[in-house]
């Protein structure tokens, strides 16, 4: 068990009741300098359990043992942009799976985004990138609010951590279920879950992925149910992956903020690097292999019902 005392530092109400801004650091971070890492990074670490092919244009990435695919541009150029979408539509086609294509603010063609909403692609909310240098100290995110937060490692665990995630972003969280039992499963470290409790009741999740090649650590899917957020639940979050983020060797913490999170981030420290959209195609095939699989879970489900009906009487 992991419990963190987290409070925003970086906020400090003065004597007259008005809020001050925070402090900013003696050597402000040098966002060229860590959009450089990251976009090297986009076309070279892969992570246990990933594969990756940097082709021209473009990269792919796999995911959870091929049941997620994404794409990321790389100096794609205005008179190769739409073959390189219809190439990567068709493979997904061929693949039979979902397609995700991840866009950057600074990938380029400028009208990237544009060109794959008129291919079919649906485009997600924007995200706003931000990052914090570990090297500025993790004292923002330390102070006198207890909250407990567990790492995810046993099944009880993990149910409630799906529990959550499904309420708070309203959608199947199967496949990062999947990813990260796989992950417990294979000893592998660079995935860890967690979820807080208040008490006995699981109330926020969030999951950090790291790798000793990497230069970040990548602060994901942290999340609150409505009935506790604005309690430091979040803030408490961001403080136990810090933690272990720093102790895992890295030197940048990034997040893909949404409107919810990004004002406390931002408070904490956080800086803006660039903005992202998530960019999905499902063709048919995947489509209809999600159907099948939705059935095929449901048949299960009620077997197993069934099974425990059975063993009461």
Known sequence: MLTFATKMVHTVPPHDGTLREPPQPENPMNVDEVLSHFRHELRT?????????????????????????????????????????????????????PLEWKVFSFDSPPDLLNRLRTA???????????AYDTHDGLSPFTGPEQRVVRKVDSRRHLEDFRRVAEEVFLKDYSLTTREIADALRAGDGGITAYVAYDGK????????????????????????????RGRGFYRAMVAARSYDAVARGARYLIVDALPTSL????????????????????????ILGQEMATSQRTDLDRRASEGRLRGSR
């Open 201 to 228: 009741t699981p109330v926020s999740v969030a999951r950090l992925y790291t790798d000793p090649k990497s230069w970040f650590a990548g602060l994901y899917g942290g999340g609150t149910v409505s009935s506790h």
């Open 263 to 286: 004002p406390i981030l931002l408070r904490l420290g956080f800086v803006r690097v660039a903005d992202t959209w998530p960019c999905g195609y499902a063709t048919a095939e995947a």
């Open 120 to 130: 079919g692609f649906t485009i997600g909310d924007r995200e706003t990138m931000l």
């Open 45 to 97: 670490v892969v992570r246990k359990g990933e594969s990756l092919e940097a082709l021209p244009g473009v990269t792919r990435r796999t995911y959870v043992n091929g049941a997620i695919h994404e794409v990321t541009a790389h100096n794609l150029e205005v008179d190769t942009v739409d073959d390189a979408i219809r190439r990567e539509v068709a493979r997904a086609a061929c693949l039979g799976v």
